[in-house]
């Protein structure tokens, strides 16, 4: 009749065989509640204590897994005490999730209440009785560790919240303390919370799963003599400043005295008159200042990485670049600037920044379809241990899905302009602008030219970069996740470089164009002329560049993405029309309706890409982070330098690799 399953997720009630959730359970016991207060007010006596615990118990099971009450939204895989969180296929299970946001709130209220009895010793009922057995320094002492233990609790329970291993240690350690200190004030029920607090975090202990940075408590240990000391003499320095109006006179004694009271929020041997009755709750507070930004380096997370991938791990990246680097972006993963993930059998990888808390990955994973599963659930254990944000910029379609079972959320951001070779043609009237643009310039004697990057000379890449920095007219590189940082970087050896020269043969503008590995297609990777070229020289190098592609076998151009472009061309709801009218009145910065209606010009089909957040919530926060990588957004540091100097071979990795 009943059944009780265990279960590694949790255990499963089974009655009459069926199973029986716990929202069920709850309201069974909220509908138990509710009889026995009936059966109160007609004179059965239940205890009070019993029934209002039983309607607690049983509202909270009810609300906690309220999604259990609809099949199609139940999740029968995972349980939690805390509010019902969905376990995902690709996404590690956390062990009492609820944990971190709950106790680091009790804890920091813990330690808000110690500040408060300890600045403010009468709103406790049990000063009296402390006061009287307490010697003055005796008294002294325990305010004096009272204070620092409540602020470094409240400081510690928002780090708590935020999962850090290290918070948890020393949350652990705290609460442990605070104990005996509270017993001393006789304060009892503070002892009993302090010690119950840190029994719960020593049961959920798992939940805290970012990494401390190992030399976090050497830089601790460096800082606070430093930092302590700096505190002292301006503390010192501001009661000196003040001698002319505080009685009694300033002897040595009374000074050290002083300082060391204000500083721990005390009432010291001297009074501050009219004009410096700030100096006291001044010190105070720069004081716990200091306190906390000496014992910050405590919850440093375990540091990403920030220096640019060896050379061994680009290597590795190139050559599953060259074999599963299919998608148009794959091959702008072997900038510089990027770092590496690779999977555990290291048969796929990911490159990736971080920037404002965010891991950002570009475009999708590289490697076999049955690799990236794998990848991806490991890119959530790598980001949880260092404190991160996961965020994808570039997606497809087909990856934006695997993140769906992650639990990620993808948001629409834009189109990929991809220009079918076959079906390209200059002729008809469509298409008459641009015909008229290239008949132009070929009556100009310009022509076109298409190179291998690695039979090119380094003179004659020093031309294509010199073209470059006369476009940007000093502005520095934009792209992060759509376009190479340097031309001819690593790996380009095989990649194209479409030049257009004038009558003498001098090179005055370039597209550069990488390969998609295993099928014949090509994506754009920059695009540069000369300023005081003829308009049209663009329109010309990609139309007779695709003509040239097309004669070398290449069936698929990827062109430019267009922010937005599915909304600027064709919006379909009212969200959409005002978009398009915010994007408006940003043309002149971004200039994106431009470029919609330009790469219009050659009728290429739209191919979605879109941004992967953990979160609605966490949207903003990654959006901010992608458009600084992308150099969309002023930044005060970069990284490393890119770019390589004019003049300098291409590297090939093929022979410099063995």
Known sequence: MIRIERHEKGPRLYVAGRRLHECHAGLVMLALALVMRAAHLHGFRAPTGVVAGMAALGAWMTIKDARDFIPRWR???????????????LRPSRRAGWAPGAIGALVALAGLANIILAVRPEFSTRSGAVNTLMSESVRASVHAAALPLGLLLVVTGTYL??????????????????????????????????????????????AFSVRRDPHALRAAVTRIPIIGGLAIA????????????????????????????????????????????WVPLGIGLMSAAAFIAAVAPLWRPLAHPRQPAPDSARARAHRLVTRYGDDSLSFFKLRQDLHYLFSVDRRAFLGYRVSRGVLVVSGDPVGPPDAIGELVKELFGFAEEHGLRVA?????????????????????????????????????????KVRQAVARIER??????????????????????????????????????????????YGQADSHALIARDADGHAQGFLHMVPCAGRPAMSLSLMRRDPTTPNGLVEFMIARGIDALR?????????????????????????????????????????????QQFNAKFFPRWTPRYMIVESWLSAPQAALAIMGLEGQLPTLTRSHPVGRPAGLPVHNPQTDVA
């Open 234 to 277: 301006i503390s010192m320095a501001a009661v000196l400043a003040a001698h002319r109006r505080v009685t009694p006179g300033i002897t040595g004694s009374r000074l050290v005295r002083e300082t060391f009271d204000l500083m721990t929020f005390q009432n010291g041997p001297l009074h501050f008159g009219t004009g410096v009755g």
């Open 161 to 206: 919240a935020r999962r850090r291993r290290g918070a948890w240690l020393l949350a652990l350690v705290l609460l442990i303390i605070t104990g005996p200190i509270a017993i001393v004030r006789r304060d009892f029920d503070g002892a009993v919370i302090a010690w119950s607090l840190a029994l719960t975090l020593g049961v959920t202990g798992n």
């Open 392 to 432: 994808v910029v570039g997606a497809s379609a087909t990856l934006a899905d695997i993140y769906r079972k992650a639990g990620m959320r993808a948001i629409y951001i834009g189109d990929e302009a991809i220009v079918d070779t076959a079906g390209f043609s200059l002729e008809g009237r469509p298409i008459r």
């Open 444 to 489: 100009a004697g310009y022509r076109l030219e298409v190179s291998r990057m690695g039979d090119l000379s380094p003179f004659e890449i020093g031309d294509l970069d010199r073209i470059s920095d006369r476009w940007r007219n000093g502005a520095p590189e934009r792209g992060f996740s759509m376009t190479v940082d340097e031309l001819g970087g």
């Open 551 to 595: 004669e070398r076998g290449i069936e698929e151009i990827s062109l430019n993405f267009v922010t937005f472009g599915r909304m600027l061309s064709a919006p379909e709801t009212p969200l959409h029309r005002i978009i398009r009218r915010v994007l408006a009145i940003t043309e002149r910065w971004f200039q994106i309706t431009r470029l």
């Open 75 to 89: 999740d029968t895989a995972s349980w939690s005490m805390g509010l019902h969180r969905r376990e995902f296929e």
